[in-house]
C-alpha cells in the first residue's frame, strides 16, 4: 500500500513500518493514474482496473484545511471515476457520473480541486460501472487541524474488501437469472430430518414451507459467495503486518471497502477501543468484536502488552470465509488463526413480521403494505441495540464480551445545531429477488422522481427496511446524525447500517447547495434500483419550483 504524501517521523515510521514507497508530489498536489493490471488473489491471474497500479490504491494524507488538486487520468478503454466518499466539498467535486459530473473518459484527465473540511479516516472509490469490485478504491487519512482526544504511538490501516475473479458484469449476470445463484449452503434433506428430529415432524415441514412460500432460504445472508477477502490487499495466506513494541497503543483505522461483504471484526486477546466511526470522534467504547457495514469506518486503538503475535480476525457475515492480518512485535510472527463461526441461519423475527406480511415475489413488504406500511410491523432501533435478539443476523456473544451496537456510539462533542427536524421523508427499502432488482418506495431510481430539500432545513429520514437483507445507506455530502437515543450526542455517520425488518431514523442537516446521490451501497443493490438523486435548492429557488419530492 503506498502512501502518497506524508509529513514528520510519526508519517516517516509508519511508511517504515508499512514497508511502502511514497509517491513524491507537489504540497497540496496529488496524482492518480486508472489502468488494468494483473492480480493474483486466488492462485489464478485476473484483470483489476488498479488506482497507480496497485489495489487497493495509495493512500492518501490530507491535512485539515489544506487545499488539495488531484489529477486523475484515466488509461482504461472505458469512462471512469473517483468519489471522495464521506468528503464534506461542492457537489461538483463529488465525482458521480450523470449527477455531480460527466464523468473521465478513456485517455483524459480530471482535475479535482476543493478545500478539506475535515478530519478522520475516509476512503476513495470508482463510482462507475461496478468498478469496485474490480479493485478501484483506496484509503485516505485526514490529520486534524488541532491535537486529537486519544493517545496512539502507531497508526495503520486496516482496509476490509471482497475480490471475485467473475467480473461483476457476469456476477449480476448470474443474479438476474437466478437470485440464489451464489447461495451455496441451501438447507438439505439431511437438515429437514434433523429439524424434523429436534423440533418434530410438523413444526419442520411448517418452517419449509413457509420459507418456500416466501421463495428464500434461511441461509440468504449474502447475496454473492465465492469472494477472495482481502487486509491491505492481502490474502489471509500472504498475512499483512502490523508491527508494535509490547505497551504501545496501536491504532487501526479499519475501513470496509467491499462491494458486497459486512465483517464481524476482533482480535483475540486484545480489547479495542472505538475512538472514531466515519471519520467522526466518538466517546472511547471499549469492545470485544464490532461489525462494520459496507462502506462504513471505524477507527480503535489496541495495547498489546505481550511479546507476542495477535490475529487481527474479520469473518464475513454470512461465515464463508474471512480477512486476516497480524499485529506482531516482529515480522514473520504469526498466532493461530480462530476458526469461523457457524453459519447464522434467518428466522421469521428476521423479516419483521409474519411471513404472511411479506412480498413473495420478493424479499420484502409490497410497496404500500406489509411491514413497511405498518409502523408496528417492524422492529424499531432502540437506544442500545442494532438487532433483533435472538435473530439470525445478531452476531453470537460470548458471556462477558462487549459487541459494539449502534446505541454505544456517542459523539465526543455535542452538535452544535441539533434540534427537532422540520419535516420527516419516510424511505421503504424495497426490492425483488426473483427478478433481482432493489428499489426505494417500491420504485427502482430510473423510476423514481428527485428527492428535493430545502437549504437550511433538518430533515429526518424514516428508513424502513422492508427486505430480509441488511442495506448500508450512504448520503453523499452532508452528514446524517443517527437517531439512536442521545440526543445532541448522537453520531455524525455517511453510511447507517439498516439491518433486515428494522425502523431507523436519522436526521440530516441539509447545508449543501447541489445534486447529490443517496443510495445502498451493496453494489449490486445500488446498479440495480436502490438509488435517489437529492437536490438541494436555496430557499428563494425551492419557493419558484415546489419542494416536493
Not at 492480480?39 to 490530507?62: C, H, K, W
Not at 420504485?443 to 428527492?451: D, F, G, L, N, R
Request: hydrophobic share 40%; glycine share 10%; with cysteine.
Amino acid at each position: 500500500m503506498n502512501i502518497v504524501r506524508m509529513s514528520g517521523l510519526g508519517a516517516v515510521l509508519v511508511a517504515v513500518a508499512l514497508t511502502v514507497l511514497s509517491v513524491p508530489a507537489a504540497a497540496g498536489t496529488y496524482s492518480l493514474t486508472i489502468e488494468k493490471k494483473t492480480v493474483n488473489f486466488t492462485g489464478r491471474d485476473r484483470e483489476a482496473m488498479t488506482i497507480n497500479g496497485q489495489v487497493p490504491g495509495p493512500t492518501l494524507r490530507f491535512k485539515e484545511g489544506e487545499d488539495v488538486t488531484i489529477h486523475v487520468t484515466n488509461k482504461l478503454d472505458v469512462d471512469s471515476s473517483i468519489h471522495w466518499h464521506g468528503f464534506i466539498l461542492p457537489y461538483q467535486m463529488d465525482g458521480v457520473p450523470g449527477i455531480s459530473f460527466p464523468g473521465i473518459k478513456p485517455g483524459e484527465t480530471f482535475t479535482y480541486r476543493f478545500k478539506v473540511r475535515q478530519s478522520g479516516t475516509y476512503w476513495y472509490h470508482s463510482h462507475s460501472g461496478m468498478q469496485e469490485q474490480q479493485g478501484m478504491y483506496g484509503p485516505v487519512i485526514i490529520e486534524p487541524v488541532k491535537r486529537e482526544p486519544y493517545r496512539y504511538d502507531r497508526d495503520y490501516v486496516v482496509m476490509l474488501s471482497d475480490w471475485s475473479d467473475q467480473s461483476p458484469h457476469a456476477i449480476l449476470s448470474n443474479l438476474k437469472k437466478k437470485s440464489d445463484y451464489y447461495q451455496y449452503g441451501q438447507r438439505t434433506l439431511g437438515a429437514f430430518l434433523d429439524d424434523a428430529a429436534e423440533k418434530g415432524f410438523g413444526a419442520a415441514l411448517r418452517d419449509r414451507l413457509e420459507w418456500g412460500e416466501m421463495r428464500m432460504a434461511p441461509t440468504d445472508i449474502a447475496d454473492v459467495a465465492g469472494y477472495a477477502f482481502l487486509t491491505n490487499g492481502r490474502t489471509a495466506a500472504q498475512n499483512w503486518t502490523g508491527l508494535f513494541r509490547p505497551g504501545e497503543r496501536v491504532r487501526l483505522r479499519f475501513i470496509n471497502g467491499s462491494a458486497m461483504s459486512y465483517f464481524d471484526v476482533r482480535i483475540p486477546g486484545l480489547k479495542m477501543t472505538v475512538v472514531q466511526a466515519d471519520g467522526n470522534d466518538v466517546l472511547p467504547m471499549p469492545v470485544d468484536e464490532f461489525r462494520i457495514a459496507v462502506a462504513e469506518t471505524y477507527d480503535v486503538i489496541v495495547q498489546p502488552k505481550e511479546d507476542r503475535a495477535y490475529t487481527i480476525f474479520a469473518q464475513s457475515m454470512d461465515r464463508a470465509g474471512a480477512a486476516r492480518g497480524t499485529l506482531a512485535p516482529r515480522e514473520g510472527m504469526v498466532v493461530e488463526v480462530p476458526p469461523l463461526s457457524p453459519r447464522p441461519q434467518l428466522t421469521m423475527a428476521d423479516m419483521g413480521a409474519s411471513h404472511g406480511d411479506m412480498d413473495h415475489a420478493g424479499h420484502g413488504a409490497a410497496p404500500g403494505g406489509g411491514a413497511g406500511a405498518d409502523p408496528h410491523a417492524g422492529h424499531v432501533m432502540g437506544p442500545m441495540s442494532e438487532y433483533v435478539p435472538g435473530s439470525g443476523l445478531a452476531p453470537v456473544r460470548k458471556a462477558g464480551e462487549k459487541f459494539l451496537v449502534y446505541g454505544d456510539l456517542r459523539a465526543m462533542r455535542p452538535y452544535a445545531g441539533y434540534r427537532k427536524p422540520d419535516r420527516e421523508i419516510e424511505l421503504k427499502l424495497t426490492g425483488n429477488m426473483e427478478r433481482y432488482f432493489w428499489s426505494i418506495n417500491g420504485k427502482k431510481y430510473s423510476e423514481a422522481e428527485p428527492i428535493r430539500l430545502k437549504y437550511g432545513e433538518r430533515v429526518r429520514f424514516k428508513f424502513v427496511n422492508t427486505t430480509m437483507m441488511a442495506h448500508p445507506m450512504h448520503l453523499h455530502g452532508m452528514w446524517m446524525q443517527l437517531d439512536n437515543g442521545t440526543g445532541r450526542f448522537s453520531p455524525l455517520k455517511h453510511v447507517v447500517n439498516v439491518a433486515p425488518g428494522m425502523t431507523l431514523n436519522v436526521d440530516v442537516p441539509v447545508d449543501a447547495e447541489g445534486e447529490w446521490a443517496f443510495h445502498c451501497h451493496l453494489m449490486y443493490h445500488m446498479a440495480t434500483g436502490m438509488f435517489r438523486k437529492i437536490i438541494v435548492e436555496k430557499q428563494s429557488a425551492a419557493a419558484n419550483q415546489g419542494a416536493g419530492r
